[in-house]
């Protein structure tokens, strides 16, 4: 399975887990439609998010301007999850790879607008990270 598919089908599973409360296994059996795929990659993702969610839901709420974490809609915020995820934690892809990532599942699955909110949220994570680390 390519990575931006398993980001795609991570994204999927997390809105079901957040909106249904399905457990994980189920969520991801819903999403495959191929159960001879690599899932390897998509379990480490939602894995990621899943133990370390409460430190990736602080970081998130400190660049959501005028937002509440629970307001924004179930889809972005899956894809935040996903991203500051990838951003914290995973040292394997560029930062600039998962924001555009999480730019291009925005356009897949949200609304028109949500891309524009879910780049200037990650732009100004990354441009607080930069900051710190110089």
Request: negative net charge; proline residues 1%.
């Amino acid at each position: 399975m390519k990575r931006r598919t398993a980001r795609e089908k991570a994204v999927q599973c997390l809105f079901q887990i957040d909106m249904a409360e399905v457990p994980l296994k189920e969520a991801v059996s819903m999403v495959m439609e191929d159960s001879d795929e690599d899932t390897q990659f998509l379990y480490y993702l939602l894995e990621g998010v899943m133990e370390h969610q409460s430190e990736i839901d602080n970081e998130i709420k400190k660049y959501l301007r005028g937002w509440q974490l629970e307001r924004i809609a179930n889809v972005d915020r899956a894809i935040l999850r996903l991203a500051f995820f990838e951003i914290m934690f995973d040292q394997n892809t560029p930062d600039k790879v998962v924001m555009n990532e999480a730019i291009e599942i925005a356009k897949l699955f949200s609304d028109e607008q949500s891309h524009r909110y879910i780049n200037g949220v990650l732009s100004s994570f990354l441009q607080s990270r930069k900051t710190a680390q110089a």
